[in-house]
T-cell receptor, first 115, second 114 residues
Framework: DQQVKQNSPSLSVQEGRISILNCDYT??????FLWYKKYPAEGPTFLIS?????DKNEDGRFTVFLNKSAKHLSLHIVPSQPGDSAVYFC??????????????FGKGTKLSVKP | DSGVTQTPKHLITATGQRVTLRCSPR?????VYWYQQSLDQGLQFLIQ???????AKGNILERFSAQQFPDLHSELNLSSLELGDSALYFC?????????????FGDGTRLSIL
């Protein structure tokens, strides 16, 4: 049972345009969400996070939106750059319970930004 | 550079053998997490240690064990290895217990079972 789903395995975007990566979750107990970027032969790199008490968080070119009623979050990258080409993972965690703090990951979306 | 160091980067061994993967967390981080990434799976949480104590367990096999030492580095021990254990093993660390905190990942150890 996949609790965090990234339904698009890949996404191709032109340089300078907006990249929108989507993520859906099923567990209503999730209250902290993160996006990671991963280059080949490297570990995931933390990009941005959002708490369930917010619906938007910005950091430079990266903005994460959270829609709790739809159990959906998205990562917007504006403007997209060729260096953004990587696999992006959505992750979530719960605040309470035996698995508190541990991250549940989606399977990733491979973003390609074309010059 | 995340500040999390994993050794070795690559490990090749045979079925039935035992290996130890090592992780040094970022300076000041008290929590260490281990994750497994298989070919067709996303990152799967295995186990978490906080300041030397086991804090949470995920999908970790009984053949696998881990510990966190007083200097906060951690080791993941994998025994009676099977072909299906071939995967990337990542270590991550966070400052506290991990609740509402990002985890910072090392570059992983690639384990290949022949």
């Amino acid at each position: 049972d996949q609790q965090v789903k990234q339904n698009s395995p890949s996404l191709s975007v032109q340089e300078g345009r907006i990249s929108i990566l989507n993520c859906d979750y099923t567990n209503s107990m999730f209250d902290y969400f993160l996006w990671y970027k991963k280059y080949p032969a490297e570990g995931p790199t933390f990009l941005i996070s959002i708490s369930s008490i917010k619906d938007k968080n910005e950091d430079g070119r990266f903005t994460v939106f959270l829609n709790k009623s739809a159990k959906h979050l998205s990562l917007h990258i504006v403007p997209s750059q060729p260096g953004d080409s990587a696999v992006y993972f959505c992750a979530a965690s719960v605040r309470y319970g035996g698995s508190q703090g541990n991250l549940i990951f989606g399977k990733g979306t491979k973003l390609s930004v074309k010059p | 550079d995340s500040g999390v160091t994993q050794t070795p980067k690559h490990l090749i061994t045979a079925t039935g053998q035992r290996v130890t993967l090592r992780c040094s967390p970022r300076s000041g981080d008290l929590s260490v997490y281990w994750y497994q990434q298989s070919l067709d799976q996303g990152l799967q949480f295995l186990i978490q240690y906080y300041n030397g104590e086991e804090r949470a367990k995920g999908n970790i096999l009984e053949r696998f064990s881990a510990q966190q030492f007083p200097d906060l580095h951690s080791e993941l021990n994998l025994s009676s290895l099977e072909l299906g254990d071939s995967a990337l093993y990542f270590c991550a660390s966070s400052t506290g217990t991990g609740i509402g905190q990002p985890q910072h990942f090392g570059d992983g150890t690639r384990l290949s079972i022949l």
